[in-house]
């Protein structure tokens, strides 16, 4: 199993990005996918997550900024950041939630900086 995470990059506070990752492999059952992100000297912590029925969850910080969706078909999920500000300034890893085991992504930079 393996997931692929783009569309990180520089963007000025304020702007958007939006992130994909696509899982691939044998999968058998998603129960959830999502992205946490990680600041220099901080722990790792949740962003955004969505089920396979739709349901999601966002960290405080991004509520009413970022928004995730999800295409079952594919195995994708789409965080869609907008407003981003200094401090949305991390890695970002993608994460999937699978029967038995959890797989994580490689980290994407994302840089908010004028």
């Known amino acids: 199993v393996q997931l692929q995470a783009s569309g990180g990059g520089l963007v000025q506070p304020g702007g958007s990005l939006r992130l994909s990752c696509a899982a691939s492999?044998?999968?058998?059952?998603?129960?959830?996918m999502g992205w946490y992100r990680q600041a220099p000297g901080k722990q790792r912590e949740l962003v955004a997550s969505?089920?396979?029925?739709?349901?999601?969850n966002y960290a405080h910080s991004v509520k009413g900024r970022f928004t995730i969706s999800r295409d079952n078909a594919k195995n994708t999920v789409y965080p869609q950041m907008n407003s981003l500000k200094p401090e949305d300034t991390a890695v970002y890893y993608c994460h999937m939630e699978t029967v038995p085991s959890d797989y994580w992504g490689q980290g994407t930079l994302v840089t908010v900086s004028s």
């Open positions: 969505i089920t396979s029925g739709g349901s999601t």
């Open positions: 492999g044998s999968i058998f059952s998603i129960n959830a």
